[in-house]
Every structure is written in structure tokens, then in C-alpha cells.
């Protein structure tokens, strides 16, 4: 996480903002909503240039730099990148930026708070992952476990297909079901006790991963590892809100406004409010 120096009444009244690829980030709004339920906060999803999992690190590195550059100036008092993807991909280049555009907010991404969660999880020092392949191929979960512990062994599987089944809706098939349990294949086999998550939209499958991996096996997703790291990043800066009753939040997407408003209440499992489009400098879909 990148420090958090900015305080006063002011900055603390200020939203917490969140980004993801697309709705999958819903999963850890929803966390932080429950969580914090007296902060603001504001979510984008970049829709239109959704799965980030297939993307170039170069690409995610410019995605999130633009997203940040929306979300700071909706006067946020911390960022939250909600997507494996772009954490893996781009946490220290969009770190780099805010901090060169003199904004004293923090960064917080959710691949170390996931691993370290992990790690404090598994009884046999065995951990899965199961990720997009930019994810997997950027080496960001196997050294955020390692650093948590080098004895511990992570056996990663990249599944490009698995967030876009998920986006794409219900009710799933015999076909997802197998890609699912393909995917599952290789953490049964190496006996692994404990299994991350890397991706937001993950949860949404998680009764069907438990159901195939056994109930003695730990599920472990990113979005009440972030919950505890951005409470306890705002308690230490001094920057919680003020607020006594519910806080307010509000959504952004950079595709179509309904869409989004239909597949994140799902996701969000609340309604969802407002909902602006915004249009990023580079959007292309393809």
C-alpha cells in the first residue's frame, strides 16, 4: 500500500474510490459497504475495455493511470484497486502517478492483503490460485506469498475463461461446470488446503469451488483482506468519516450505463444508485 498522509475534517469527508475491469469489483465494495458503513465511496468500472485478465501489462499500466486520473478528481481520499489484473499489472505505476501529481492519498491493491491472508490461512503450506493469465504470468501472488512466507508453495492456474462466463450472467451450464472443474483439477491434485481467489469475480462461483475442492479447503477472496486494510489505513491517517449514519456511493462505467446497473446488482447485492457513463481517453474495446 502506498501511504496515506493526507488528514483534517476536510479530506475525511471525503469518498473512498474503487476501481475494477468491469462489475467484478462489486464483490469488494460490497465488503467495504458493510464494513464501513458510514464512508462514501465511488466505483468505476471500465466496461468498455473489459476482461483486463487477456490485456498487455503495458495496456493495464495506461487503463489504470486513466482510471485514476477519473477517480482523483472526485476529490478521493484513498484508492482502492479492485481487480487482480491491474494490481499485478500496474499498482506501482499508478502509485508513481498520484504521488507525482502531489495528491497525499493512498493506493491500496488487492493481491498483498489476499496472499497475506493466505498464508495465515493453510495448516499444510500449500496454497492455490486460481487467476487470470495476466495474473498469473505478472508473479505478483508468488511473491506477495513469498514474502509472507517462503515456505510456503503456490500452485497458480491461469482460467482466461472464467471472469468472462461470470460477466456474462446466469444460469450456467454443464459446460461451465466442467471448465470450473478443470480448473480445480490441479489444486486437488497437489492437496492444497487453501486457495486465493485472484480474480473479483470469483465469489460469485464460490458455492460450486467449495463443492469441488471440499469443504476442508479455505476460499480465500480479496474483498474482507481489503476491508481491514483500508480501515485500517484510515484509522492510522486519521481520515475516518465523521459521519454517523450510512454513507452514500455511486458508480461510474465507461460502456452501458443499464448494463451495468442490471449484472452489479447481482454482483453488489444491494441496489445500485447512480449510475454516471464517462468516456476514458483511450476506450477502445478490442
Known sequence: MAGVTASGPDAARRPIAVFDSGVGGLTVLHE????????DFVYLGDTARFPYGDRSPDELRRFAVE????LLAQEAKLLVIACNAATSAAFDAVADHVAHTGRDIGVIGVVTPESQQAVEATHNGRIGLLATPVTVASGAYARAVAAADPNVQLVSVP???????????????EHVVDTVRAYVAPLREAQVDTVILGCTHYPLVRPMLQRMLGRDVTLVSSGAAIA?????????????S???GEGDYRFMC??????????????LQMPLG???HVELRAQVTG
Open 32 to 39: 467495504l459497504l458493510v464494513s464501513l458503513a458510514h464512508e
Open 254 to 267: 465507461t460502456a452501458d450505463v443499464e448494463s451495468f446497473r442490471t449484472l452489479g446488482t447481482r454482483f
Open 159 to 173: 482460467c482466461p475463461d472464467l471472469a468472462p462466463i461470470i460477466q456474462n450472467g446466469f444460469p450456467f451450464d
Open 274 to 276: 447512480q449510475v454516471a
Open 242 to 244: 465523521p459521519k454517523r
Open 67 to 70: 482510471v485514476a486520473d477519473v
Open 228 to 240: 481491514r486494510r483500508v480501515e485500517h489505513a484510515l484509522a492510522v491517517a486519521g481520515l475516518e
